[in-house]
């Protein structure tokens, strides 16, 4: 027997959606000696936040962070959603050990640890979750049901350039790694939702196509057909970043993944017909927070620039659903063309299908242990002059060789 849940009309709570719809919500996060981090607090997590600086500088620490901080908050705001609903017994618990030692974190942790994560309401209501001493502390006050958000999150690791192997053949026990699992998982729901997807800067399509007893992923044109597996690396890492970005800019639908989680917690604890939601879902604030390591692996600084563009394009100009997007990168070429997108939107013109509003971009170095902002706010462009650093050191070699 399918169960479904029946939320209430939104006239029944209509008097929510003025006070829900308007609420801004902003993020901060303060990291202290956790792996190669020293210390970074960022007052104000943009809706699009760049990271650059050498390997094992920080940034997928950071980026992974963030990301299990945005999961504990999100748990709140489902069990808070819960006891709001009359289920005062919580389904689930928190156990940071648990969660360190799937992130890969055990060993990043230090006595001394600290991690605070706050979520700030219209500069008045705020709810932090912080880790101290060791231990996860509680939330310091139950979210209220005007602040309740629906945060569905997405971590594009750079481990996706594996999903070619495993629409392959999946060895039989395999253990492809925490980071691995979220992205394929999310690669299966938006292949089988979208189907095929046109990458106009390759000139080609990537397609699914069923046949027989297995499931091909295919990349094809005009003149030729290649499994997935067969393409270039620069192509294998492209498809799945692009696919799942749209999967959830366009397609994915909410109230399912909504619905699908209450009902799993419910029937854990056996308590569906106690079940007396407070709130509708469509009046409950929704977004997607998207973070992708090094989108611009195996490609050529054109492509690189080429994808930005399209991940823009989908994720904040085409987009259906609320989207924020962290990612790192190495790429010089990306953080220069962020200033091509920026010039763009304020002269009104687009890029490729993309602008940045400098205003909601924020671009950090990550450099000995913390981070260090690359944005020139009175001329609204990203400070690149220490990116040059390297080319202009050969270009001065290569001078001093030339006198000899």
Same mark, same amino acid.
């Given at each position: 027997?399918?169960?479904?849940?029946?939320?209430?009309?939104?006239?029944?709570?209509?008097?929510?959606?003025?006070?829900?719809?308007?609420?801004?919500?902003?993020?901060?996060?303060?990291?202290?000696?956790?792996?190669?981090?020293?210390?970074?607090?960022?007052?104000?997590?943009?809706?699009?936040?760049?990271?650059?600086?050498?390997?094992?500088?920080?940034?997928?620490?950071?980026?992974?962070?963030?990301?299990?901080?945005?999961?504990?908050?999100?748990?709140?705001?489902?069990?808070?959603?819960?006891?709001?609903?009359?289920?005062?017994?919580?389904?689930?618990?928190?156990?940071?050990?648990?969660?360190?030692?799937? %992130?890969?974190?055990?060993?990043?942790?230090?006595? =001394?640890?600290?991690?605070?994560?706050?979520?700030?309401?219209?500069?008045?209501?705020?709810?932090?979750?912080?880790?101290?001493?060791?231990?996860?502390?509680?939330?310091?006050?139950?979210?209220?049901?005007?602040?309740?958000?629906?945060?569905?999150?997405?971590?594009?690791?750079?481990?996706?350039?594996?999903?070619?192997?495993?629409?392959?053949?999946?060895?039989?026990?395999?253990?492809?790694?925490?980071?691995?699992?979220?992205?394929?998982?999310?690669?299966?729901?938006?292949?089988?939702?979208?189907?095929?997807?046109?990458?106009?800067?390759?000139?080609?399509?990537?397609?699914?196509?069923?046949?027989?007893?297995?499931?091909?992923?295919?990349?094809?044109?005009?003149?030729?057909?290649?499994?997935?597996?067969?393409?270039?690396?620069?192509?294998?890492?492209?498809?799945?970043?692009?696919?799942?970005?749209?999967?959830?800019?366009?397609?994915? $639908?909410?109230?399912?993944?909504?619905?699908?989680?209450?009902?799993?917690?419910?029937?854990?604890?056996?308590?569906?017909?106690?079940?007396?939601?407070?709130?509708?879902?469509?009046?409950?604030?929704?977004?997607?927070?998207?973070?992708?390591?090094?989108?611009?692996?195996?490609?050529?600084?054109?492509?690189? %620039?080429?994808?930005?563009?399209?991940?823009?394009?989908?994720?904040?100009?085409?987009?259906?659903?609320?989207?924020?997007?962290?990612?790192?990168?190495?790429?010089?070429?990306?953080?220069?063309?962020?200033?091509?997108?920026?010039?763009?939107?304020?002269?009104?013109?687009?890029?490729?299908?993309?602008?940045?509003?400098?205003?909601?971009?924020?671009?950090?170095?990550?450099? $000995?242990?913390?981070?260090?902002?690359?944005?020139?706010?009175?001329?609204?462009?990203?400070?690149?002059?220490?990116?040059? $650093?390297?080319?202009? =050191?050969?270009?001065?070699?290569?001078?001093?060789?030339?006198?000899?």
């Amino acid at each position: 027997m399918e169960l479904l849940l029946k939320i209430p009309s939104v006239n029944y709570f209509s008097y929510l959606c003025s006070l829900i719809l308007y609420c801004v919500m902003k993020e901060s996060i303060h990291i202290k000696n956790f792996g190669a981090i020293k210390e970074i607090h960022i007052k104000e997590i943009k809706p699009i936040t760049v990271l650059i600086g050498e390997s094992a500088s920080g940034k997928s620490t950071f980026m992974k962070v963030l990301t299990l901080f945005r999961w504990l908050y999100k748990m709140h705001n489902i069990r808070a959603y819960l006891r709001s609903s009359k289920i005062s017994k919580s389904p689930f618990r928190f156990r940071m050990e648990t969660y360190l030692k799937n %992130c890969g974190f055990e060993k990043y942790l230090k006595k =001394d640890t600290e991690i605070t994560y706050t979520v700030c309401f219209d500069d008045e209501r705020h709810y932090s979750i912080s880790f101290l001493k060791g231990k996860l502390g509680k939330i310091n006050d139950e979210i209220a049901t005007k602040d309740l958000r629906y945060n569905k999150l997405s971590f594009i690791s750079e481990t996706r350039n594996l999903i070619p192997l495993w629409t392959d053949k999946t060895p039989t026990g395999a253990n492809w790694g925490y980071y691995f699992e979220e992205v394929l998982n999310d690669f299966i729901a938006a292949s089988d939702t979208l189907r095929t997807l046109n990458i106009p800067f390759f000139d080609l399509q990537f397609a699914v196509k069923k046949e027989k007893n297995r499931t091909r992923y295919v990349v094809q044109n005009s003149n030729y057909e290649l499994d997935m597996k067969d393409s270039s690396s620069g192509i294998q890492n492209v498809i799945p970043s692009l696919l799942i970005a749209t999967y959830f800019a366009h397609h994915f $639908d909410y109230e399912e993944a909504f619905n699908r989680t209450i009902l799993n917690y419910l029937s854990q604890i056996d308590k569906i017909a106690d079940f007396k939601p407070v709130a509708n879902l469509g009046e409950v604030k929704k977004h997607i927070s998207l973070h992708i390591e090094e989108p611009e692996l195996s490609l050529f600084p054109d492509a690189q %620039c080429d994808l930005m563009s399209a991940l823009i394009a989908t994720c904040f100009i085409e987009n259906k659903n609320e989207l924020n997007l962290v990612f790192s990168t190495h790429s010089p070429y990306i953080i220069n063309y962020l200033n091509l997108l920026i010039k763009a939107y304020d002269k009104n013109q687009f890029i490729a299908g993309a602008r940045i509003n400098f205003d909601n971009l924020a671009v950090y170095q990550v450099i $000995d242990g913390g981070v260090e902002s690359l944005l020139i706010e009175e001329q609204r462009i990203v400070n690149t002059n220490s990116l040059s $650093d390297t080319i202009n =050191d050969i270009y001065n070699q290569y001078e001093e060789l030339n006198k000899l």
